[in-house]
């Protein structure tokens, strides 16, 4: 009988991805197993990046290559691991994927790769963002490890009655997938999301994940719906998406694929959808994706009026008696009647 030949094409331009799918087709073909375990390594800290990989790299444990600053490889005894980080203001943060031969060496591995932050790691909450885009024909998505933001101030969302924090609270607990913020720029409306992305961390004892995109063309394909429903992404957010949730009937052909997850599987698994948007009117949205039982908000985030902003601006202060008095000649004006909460920021300093 004649023996039955077989061949697989992959095309990537991502050599180290190249070389560990070559190792475990080769294992399979095989009838061997190679890297049966699997775990993702990501913490952000206060040290410059090419620090932190100058000193992963040079570990004698293991051999590294550097595909560039920010992109490094690791290849051991039954190990094989990829990193990425960006850079922030003040912290760098940093995703591995580790395969390993057992638990034991994916452990080590972990612990090894932690231990170059030392003490700059960061430890509060964090959350990952999955930053999704398309790339060609096929969804491609960077990974970016973000510090959960404090507590919001009441004061900053007058219109949230009860506190922001109690309305978090709710809407995580809550059955229903879809928040809306609607509000012009500059009104608090990222700032708001952060804290729920945030709270979402701080209950999975600091693993959240996160699904975001602003790519409209990324939206107009399934690719990211299915990412989502197969996923383990506990938020999915759409910043600025004024022409996604515009009604159906003005020629809206992209908002079905959102109202038929929130109602499946994402709903009975308590995931959560939120969009921002900066449309003016209540009306300018799609009724069905506001209905009662889908949405469990539209939060209308307007701007503040002199005296909110002056509440604020003393909050925010804290009894810094500088920061009141540049509060107080910013809020004076008579002729200016509102003002964003970042305007309250910016004035303080």
Same mark, same amino acid.
């Given at each position: 009988?004649?023996?039955?030949?077989? $061949?697989?094409?992959?095309?990537?331009?991502?050599?180290?991805?190249? &070389?560990?799918?070559?190792?475990?087709?080769?294992?399979? #073909?095989? /009838?061997?197993?190679?890297?049966?375990?699997?775990?993702?390594?990501?913490?952000?800290?206060?040290?410059?990046?090419?620090?932190?990989?100058?000193?992963? #790299?040079?570990?004698?444990?293991? +051999?590294?290559? =550097?595909?560039?600053?920010?992109?490094?490889?690791?290849?051991?005894?039954?190990?094989? #691991?990829?990193?990425?980080? $960006? =850079?922030?203001?003040?912290?760098?943060?940093?995703?591995?994927?580790?395969?390993?031969?057992?638990?034991?060496?994916?452990?080590?591995? +972990?612990?090894?790769?932690?231990?170059? #932050?030392?003490?700059? !790691? &960061?430890?509060?909450?964090?959350?990952?963002?999955?930053?999704?885009?398309?790339?060609?024909?096929?969804?491609?998505?960077? *990974?970016?490890?973000?510090?959960?933001?404090?507590?919001?101030?009441?004061?900053?969302?007058?219109?949230?009655?009860? /506190?922001?924090?109690?309305?978090?609270?709710?809407?995580?607990?809550?059955?229903?997938?879809?928040?809306?913020?609607?509000?012009?720029?500059?009104?608090?409306?990222? !700032?708001?999301?952060?804290?729920?992305?945030?709270?979402? $961390?701080?209950?999975?004892?600091?693993?959240?994940?996160? %699904?975001?995109? /602003?790519?409209?063309?990324?939206?107009?394909?399934?690719?990211?719906?299915?990412?989502? @429903?197969?996923?383990?992404?506990?938020?999915?957010?759409?910043?600025?998406?004024?022409? %996604?949730?515009?009604?159906?009937? *003005?020629?809206?052909?992209?908002?079905?694929?959102?109202?038929? &997850?929130?109602?499946?599987?994402? +709903?009975?698994? /308590?995931?959560?959808?939120?969009?921002?948007?900066?449309?003016?009117?209540?009306?300018?949205?799609?009724?069905?994706? @506001? =209905?009662?039982?889908?949405?469990?908000?539209?939060?209308?985030?307007?701007?503040?009026?002199?005296? *909110?902003?002056?509440?604020?601006?003393?909050?925010?202060?804290?009894?810094?008696? *500088?920061?009141?008095?540049?509060?107080?000649?910013?809020?004076?004006?008579?002729?200016?009647?509102?003002?964003?909460?970042?305007?309250?920021?910016?004035?303080?300093?």
């Amino acid at each position: 009988m004649e023996q039955l030949k077989y $061949s697989i094409n992959a095309r990537t331009n991502d050599v180290p991805e190249m &070389i560990f799918k070559s190792r475990v087709a080769n294992a399979l #073909a095989e /009838g061997k197993t190679r890297y049966p375990i699997h775990r993702r390594v990501n913490f952000a800290a206060r040290v410059e990046l090419e620090a932190l990989f100058d000193a992963i #790299a040079l570990d004698p444990a293991w +051999r590294v290559e =550097r595909i560039h600053a920010s992109y490094i490889v690791i290849d051991g005894e039954g190990l094989y #691991a990829s990193g990425w980080g $960006s =850079r922030k203001s003040d912290y760098c943060s940093v995703s591995f994927n580790v395969w390993a031969r057992d638990v034991a060496t994916a452990e080590a591995a +972990r612990e090894r790769i932690l231990s170059k #932050a030392a003490a700059t !790691r &960061i430890t509060e909450p964090m959350f990952t963002i999955n930053w999704s885009f398309l790339a060609g024909n096929e969804l491609d998505s960077a *990974e970016i490890e973000e510090i959960a933001d404090g507590d919001l101030i009441d004061e900053a969302y007058p219109e949230i009655k009860g /506190g922001v924090r109690a309305f978090i609270e709710r809407y995580l607990d809550s059955k229903e997938a879809v928040l809306v913020l609607q509000g012009p720029p500059g009104t608090g409306k990222t !700032r708001f999301i952060r804290a729920i992305l945030g709270e979402i $961390s701080r209950r999975n004892d600091g693993d959240a994940q996160v %699904l975001y995109t /602003g790519d409209m063309k990324a939206l107009e394909t399934d690719q990211i719906f299915v990412k989502f @429903i197969t996923g383990w992404d506990n938020a999915f957010v759409v910043e600025d998406a004024d022409h %996604l949730l515009k009604p159906r009937a *003005e020629g809206n052909q992209h908002l079905h694929r959102f109202l038929t &997850i929130a109602d499946g599987v994402v +709903r009975s698994q /308590g995931r959560k959808i939120i969009f921002s948007t900066n449309l003016p009117n209540v009306g300018d949205l799609d009724e069905a994706l @506001i =209905r009662p039982g889908r949405c469990f908000a539209l939060l209308n985030i307007r701007q503040l009026t002199a005296d *909110e902003a002056a509440k604020l601006a003393v909050r925010v202060a804290a009894g810094d008696p *500088e920061k009141l008095k540049r509060a107080q000649a910013a809020f004076e004006n008579p002729a200016q009647r509102s003002y964003s909460v970042a305007s309250v920021y910016k004035a303080l300093g």
